[in-house]
């Protein structure tokens, strides 16, 4: 059932310091990807402090003792490089992809920001990123249409205090309220050594790598492990609404399940489940709702990759002539149907199939497989449990994601958040 999955030499080595370290030796492009993920995301944050791990992520572009303000970029540019970071709930990371022979470079460049870029930062640099960082939720959120729906929609799904009921990007006052101090606090109890994995996947050959490593990483100090984040995985209470106003010539219906975290059995049933509703144009919402009764412009499912707990999402833009109550009973009736209907052995084929592809295709990319090799090694402990994804793919029945639709996802334990064109909001 399994040997057509796809399988890379892995080894794992930890520096003295705590740094966990990944190669991924692949000798078929001239191209390494580094990789480094910090343990540090929005979740790690607290009420009146939002938006502080995507603030730094930015902040790390901004140079250090060593490295110039905006230099990073430009010294991986001179050599064909790529370079950038992303920000989420549990995760900060920064990649680079860049010619083999010069893979010294890209590690320098990331272990000098990890070691030497506080002494280099000043509030100017924090006035500038800040303002940046408010332009883009102006942007990303405040003035783009539909932009406030996730934010309403987490403010519900969780209690106030979940550390996923705020917004990674941070709420507009708490970001322009950051202090010079506040940001280096947050550099020194998470940007450390012990609280990242680097992974490099590509033409490398492993001891020569990691002797790199350990040349410009290995001196850099530890520092005491981060403080834990708990947070109550109880379930939503009831059904919960609401519903938004908004700029849009569209209504559009959001609504959201809690269901258990990344890597997990439930969360994979899931990810199959989304993929059943409403994977392509042959899945059965898509026909059914955009194609035949055409009552939406669109339909899409997902779970988000989470680590605390995940969240099951059905996102659907309504026609003209059709109201939100309208399509959220045919939303409901699928929803109904694949909690009570076991999925017919093509229709599960199809799903399935997708999702193995997909994550394939991932795979093949040298980036995109070192992120993911990285998401392995701070989520799951195991960088090598990147197949657990694929083989539970291949070895779960449509009996099972029945199952977990009946449990999860038919129950009234849900928030939906309906946004609307002009004043018909109530």
């Not at 995301?41 to 140079?63: D, Y």
């Not at 850099?220 to 947070?231: H, I, N, R, S, T």
């Not at 149907?337 to 093949?364: D, K, M, W």
Request: net charge negative; proline share 7%.
């Amino acid at each position: 059932m399994t040997d057509y999955l796809p399988t890379f030499p892995i080894e794992r080595h930890r520096l003295a310091n705590g740094l966990d370290v990944v190669l991924q030796p692949d000798s078929h492009l001239p191209l390494v990807a580094v990789n480094l993920w910090y343990h540090v995301g929005s979740k790690n944050e607290r009420p009146g402090k939002t938006g502080f791990a995507h603030l730094f992520e930015h902040m790390l572009f901004q140079g250090s003792v060593n490295v110039g303000t905006n230099d990073h970029f430009a010294l991986l540019q001179k050599i064909g490089g790529v370079a950038n970071g992303s920000t989420s709930y549990d995760r900060t990371n920064y990649y680079e992809t860049v010619p083999s022979h010069q893979l010294e470079l890209a590690l320098w460049l990331e272990s000098d920001r990890m070691g030497f870029l506080l002494p280099a930062m000043t509030q100017e640099k924090l006035d500038n990123q800040r303002e940046v960082v408010m332009n883009e939720r102006r942007q990303r959120v405040d003035n783009q249409p539909y932009g406030r729906a996730f934010e309403k929609l987490n403010q519900l799904v969780f209690p106030a205090d979940h550390p996923y009921s705020w917004p990674v990007i941070g709420y507009m006052d708490d970001i322009e309220a950051a202090r010079l101090e506040d940001v280096q606090h947050f550099f020194e109890t998470y940007y450390r050594p012990n609280n990242a994995v680097l992974t490099l996947a590509g033409d490398c050959r492993p001891e020569r790598a990691l002797a790199m490593v350990e040349d410009y990483f290995g001196e850099l100090p530890g520092a005491p492990p981060p403080p834990a984040v708990a947070a109550s995985c109880e379930p939503t209470s009831g059904e919960q609404r609401a519903v938004l106003e908004d700029e849009v010539q569209l209504a559009r219906l959001y609504i959201a399940y809690r269901i258990p975290a990344f890597g997990s059995r439930g969360w994979l049933l899931a990810d199959l489940l989304a993929s059943a509703l409403t994977r392509g144009k042959s899945s059965p919402m898509y026909r059914d709702l955009v194609q035949r009764r055409q009552l939406a412009q669109d339909v899409s499912a997902a779970v988000l990759p989470t680590e605390l707990e995940s969240t099951f999402i059905v996102i659907t833009t309504a026609r003209p002539e059709t109201s939100p109550d309208q399509l959220l009973a045919a939303v409901d009736e699928h929803l109904e149907r694949a909690a009570h209907e076991v999925l017919p052995s093509h229709a599960f084929e199809r799903c399935r199939n997708g999702l193995v592809t997909s994550y394939i295709e991932q795979l093949q990319s040298l980036d995109l497989r070192a992120d993911l090799l990285s998401q392995s090694a701070t989520f799951l402990g195991d960088p090598a449990r990147y197949l657990d994804r694929l083989a539970a793919y291949q070895e779960a029945t449509p009996r099972e994601v029945r199952e977990f639709a009946e449990s999860s996802i038919a129950p009234p334990h849900r928030v939906v958040v309906t946004v609307v064109p002009g004043e018909a909001a109530a």
